[in-house]
């Protein structure tokens, strides 16, 4: 079945960048639908970061926009975020996800188990 | 932004009760409408999409319903394996998730 699976630093310094990345496993990735990054600060709600398809057609949160990339490498079937200029703020659960049907916007039917990032120097 | 909004916060309820939970939208959605189940330190699981599709392998005790502005996730006897957090997701525009509701046991 499909797995999502996501890695990268536990702990990030303010004002440096965040990089995660997501590999997924049981699909390819070049076959469809697109793959998104979701949020969730301790004790809080949910917080769509951005979403992307295999051709690196991108769609992001717009109060995260300026800050944030993500990028597709389908030869290692993953994808990534980065998110620059952190502050304490963006401390958080991340989530990786796939968008149930072959749309930009969507739900999320298949999720990762999710990676707690704290911003700290 | 389309803003969502869950009431109530947190719902005290025991095992057999049905549960309605709303979510209301600043504007319309069509039925660009999900709800997923969370619980402690786990990701979200996605219940039902389009306002009123079931996922595949969900209990068929949960039902969703509305369109436009106000939808209901509804559980028609509450379980033991009941007891999480639930939150609507709006996808007519970039995702909106509404702030949760918490089904706790009464």
């Known amino acids: 079945q499909v797995q999502l699976q996501e890695s990268g630093p536990g702990l990030v310094k303010p004002s440096e960048t965040l990089s995660l990345t997501c590999t997924v496993s049981?699909?390819?990735?070049?076959?469809?639908?697109?793959w998104g990054w979701i949020r969730q600060p301790p004790g809080k709600g949910l917080e769509w970061i951005g979403s992307?398809?295999?051709?690196?057609?991108?769609y992001y949160n717009p109060s995260l926009k300026s800050r944030v990339t993500i990028s597709v490498d389908t030869s290692k079937n993953q994808f990534s975020l980065k998110l620059s200029s952190v502050t304490a703020a963006d401390t958080a659960v991340y989530y990786c996800?796939?968008?149930?049907?072959?749309?930009?916007?969507?739900?999320?039917?298949?999720w990762g188990q999710g990676t707690m990032v704290t911003v700290s120097s | 932004d389309i803003q969502m909004t869950q009431s109530p916060s947190t719902l005290s309820a025991s095992v057999g009760d049905r549960v309605t939970i709303t979510c209301r939208a600043s504007?319309?959605?069509?039925?660009?409408l999900a709800w997923y189940q969370q619980k402690p330190g786990k990701a979200p699981k996605l219940l039902i999409y389009?306002?009123?599709s079931l996922e595949s392998g969900v209990p068929s005790r949960f039902s969703g319903s509305g369109s436009g502005t106000e939808f209901t996730l509804t559980i028609s006897s509450l379980q033991p394996d009941d007891f999480a957090t639930y939150y609507c997701?709006?996808?007519?525009?970039?995702?909106?998730f509404g702030q949760g509701t918490k089904v706790e046991i009464k």
């Open positions: 996800a796939r968008a149930c049907d072959s749309r930009a916007i969507d739900a999320f039917d298949i």
């Open positions: 504007q319309s959605i069509s039925s660009w």
């Open positions: 389009k306002a009123s």
């Open positions: 049981g699909y390819s990735i070049s076959s469809g639908y697109y």
């Open positions: 997701q709006q996808y007519n525009s970039y995702p909106a």
């Open positions: 992307i398809y295999h051709s690196g057609s991108t």
